[in-house]
Nanobody, 126 residues
Framework: QVLLVESGGGLVQAGDSLRLSCAAS????????IGWFRQAPGKEREIVSR????????YYADSVKGRFTISTDNAKNMVYLQMNSLKVEDTAVYYC???????????????????WGQGTEVTVSS
């Protein structure tokens, strides 16, 4: 059974940085994609970034491109999301998700991911 545990959220000011971590366990993740999603109050869950477990084939939502960086540490079974220049609109609960990699834009949809963490809250104040 896949277990994903996020950490690293918190309350920061606009312009600050945070690094979210996702500890993955329960299976080998080769050929899996790991996605970071977020959900703000009253809004739908949206993809922020995703990466193949191998570290290749990254994707970033336009809203975070140039500010966020996704990475993996296969030896530690960890996935990270480095978030720089945070904005108030980045405020949300951030989720780590895992699923077999699917080519194309379908891999940006929450439904493509079978396993989810419990989420970590990020609040950015002005």
């Amino acid at each position: 059974q896949v277990l994903l545990v996020e950490s690293g959220g918190g309350l920061v000011q606009a312009g600050d940085s945070l690094r979210l971590s996702c500890a993955a366990s329960g299976r080998t993740f080769s050929n899996y994609a790991i996605g970071w999603f977020r959900q703000a109050p009253g809004k739908e869950r949206e993809i922020v970034s995703r990466i193949l477990w191998s570290g290749r084939s990254t994707y970033y939502a336009d809203s975070v491109k140039g500010r966020f960086t996704i990475s993996t540490d296969n030896a530690k079974n960890m996935v990270y999301l480095q978030m720089n220049s945070l904005k108030v609109e980045d405020t949300a609960v951030y989720y780590c998700a895992a699923g077999p990699y699917l080519s194309g834009s379908v891999s940006n949809l929450p439904g493509a991911y079978a396993s989810w963490g419990q989420g970590t809250e990020v609040t950015v104040s002005s």
